[in-house]
Nanobody
C-alpha cells in the first residue's frame, strides 16, 4: 500500500480558489494512477479527477474547466488546483492511489465553499 497525506483544504468564498496537495510515500511511477475523490454530507463518494502514470489527465464533467490535476514527480506529490469554486464543491476531498488490485486512500481534507 501507499501512504497518502493530503493538505490544502479550507474555507473559501464562491468564485475563489484552493490548491490541494497529496504527498505519496513512494514514487508516482510505481502507481498506475493518482486521483481525487470527494464526498459531500449525505452523499456517496464521487470521482473528481485522475492523472495516469503516463501523465494523462481526466476530469468529471462537474469540474471540467475549473479544476486541474497535476504532479511533481520529484516530490511524489499530486495537486488539485480548484478555481471558480461553487458551494456545491463543498466536500471532504480524498486522494487515491490506484495500483490495480490495491487502492490506497488519504485521510481526507475538508473544502468548504461559502455562498
Amino acid at each position: 500500500q501507499v501512504q497518502l497525506v493530503e493538505s490544502g483544504g479550507g474555507l473559501v468564498q464562491a468564485g475563489g480558489s484552493l490548491r490541494l496537495s497529496c504527498a505519496a510515500s513512494r514514487s508516482l511511477f510505481s502507481i498506475d494512477a493518482m486521483g481525487w475523490y470527494r464526498q459531500a454530507p449525505g452523499k456517496q463518494r464521487e470521482w473528481v479527477a485522475k492523472i495516469s502514470k503516463g501523465g494523462f489527465t481526466y476530469y468529471a464533467d462537474s469540474v471540467k474547466g475549473r479544476f486541474t490535476i497535476s504532479r511533481d514527480i520529484a516530490k511524489n506529490t499530486v495537486y488539485l488546483q480548484m478555481n471558480s469554486l461553487k458551494p456545491e464543491d463543498t466536500a471532504v476531498y480524498y486522494c487515491n492511489a490506484d495500483q490495480g488490485s490495491v487502492a490506497s486512500w488519504g485521510q481526507g481534507t475538508q473544502v468548504t465553499v461559502s455562498s
